[in-house]
């Protein structure tokens, strides 16, 4: 089974509360990121936690080890169930962020690589794959990596082994279902979901993966 995520990126609380509580029973998890919280705050998981569904902060945390600690620390202590970093900041950065995760029972997933084309002047020549192997060295649950190339899940499978490979881009950035379904844990969709004229019909549609 593949994990459906939304990716909640509307920046009204009372509507994301709202969409949210209306696709719960597609769901597995919701993801939280800057959009909504810069506007509704970080306690908007007070009112999300209604869903009964994990949420995952997605700041991808990029800082040295002391602050992403401090950020992580503020992230798990306001409820939140998992937390997305990037790796490119090296292994004691990501460190920080996973080391806090477990502390409060939480995970840490890892940017391997992101999904949008500007990605790759960056993300290539084994840069993802370095990140990934450093990700499973400091103990990360599980990393983020494009359904808009689903050949480089592939290669990232082959590195982490049973840890979790969650993956965005599905839909309104052109990855596909059917191909990511069978390679990753958990896909993440937003914008084909609340930006759907029927955004619960939409998250019902994306739900197939579970099965």
């Known amino acids: 089974m593949t994990e459906l995520i939304l990716a909640l990126d509307l920046t009204s609380g009372d509507e994301a509360v709202d969409l949210a509580t209306r696709c719960t029973p597609y769901l597995d998890a919701l993801k939280v990121g800057y959009p909504l919280v810069l506007r509704a705050g970080l306690d908007i998981s ?20 002391e602050t992403n600690r401090s950020i992580a620390g503020a992230v798990f202590s306001a409820g939140y169930s998992g937390i997305i970093c990037h790796g490119f900041t ?19 997933y890892v940017v ?40 480089r899940i ?32 958990g896909i993440i969709v937003g914008r084909s979901i609340y930006a759907a004229p029927d955004p619960v019909g939409a998250a019902k549609q994306y739900s197939v993966v579970r099965r």
């Open 90 to 108: 090296g292994a004691d950065a990501i460190r920080a962020c996973t080391e806090t995760a477990h502390d409060h029972g939480g995970e840490c």
């Open 154 to 185: 592939r290669v990232y499978r082959e590195i982490v082994g049973r840890r979790k490979i969650l993956s965005p881009g599905i839909g309104a950035q052109g990855g596909s279902l059917q191909e990511t379904a069978g390679l990753a844990d």
């Open 46 to 65: 007070n009112r999300l936690s209604g869903t009964g569904l994990p949420l995952i902060a997605d700041f991808k945390v990029a800082d040295i080890p």
């Open 112 to 151: 391997a690589e992101m999904s949008h084309p500007g990605a790759l002047e960056f993300f290539h020549e084994g840069t993802g794959e370095r990140i990934a192997r450093t990700a499973v060295g400091c103990g990360a649950d599980g990393i983020i990596a494009p359904a808009t190339r689903p050949e």
